[in-house]
């Protein structure tokens, strides 16, 4: 199973991004796909996830200016505007799938896009 992440880039305070991640080695419908993000000396954090094949979910930090979405059951995409300095971090996609969706655990991960907000 491979997870690829892609998109990110050098943007300025204000700008707009989209992140893209294409899964592939299996069925991934039963699945929900999600976007983590880990700031240099910080955890990696959950930003957004699918849920199902029909809603989406992003966290209350960055809720007003990231959507989650989807148009497969392989492929997701984080769009991100009015980008701010604190959103600097590397992004990872992530898969989870059947009875591990229920117990919070992803079960398989991208190698990550760099997103770097120059302010």
């Known amino acids: 199973v491979q997870l690829q992440a892609s998109g990110g880039g050098l943007v300025q305070a204000g700008d707009s991004l989209r992140l893209s991640c294409t899964a592939s080695?299996?069925?991934?419908?039963?699945?929900?796909m999600a976007w983590f993000r880990q700031a240099p000396g910080k955890e990696r954090a959950i930003v957004g996830q699918t849920i199902g094949t029909r809603s989406t979910h992003v966290v209350d930090s960055v809720k007003g200016r990231f959507t989650v979405s989807s148009d497969s059951a392989n492929v997701v995409y984080l769009q991100m505007n009015s980008l701010k300095s604190e959103d600097t971090a590397k992004y990872y996609c992530a898969a989870t799938c059947g009875p591990s969706r229920f117990r919070g655990s992803w079960d398989y991960w991208g190698q990550g896009t760099q997103v770097t907000v120059s302010s």
């Open positions: 080695g299996r069925t991934f419908t039963n699945c929900n």
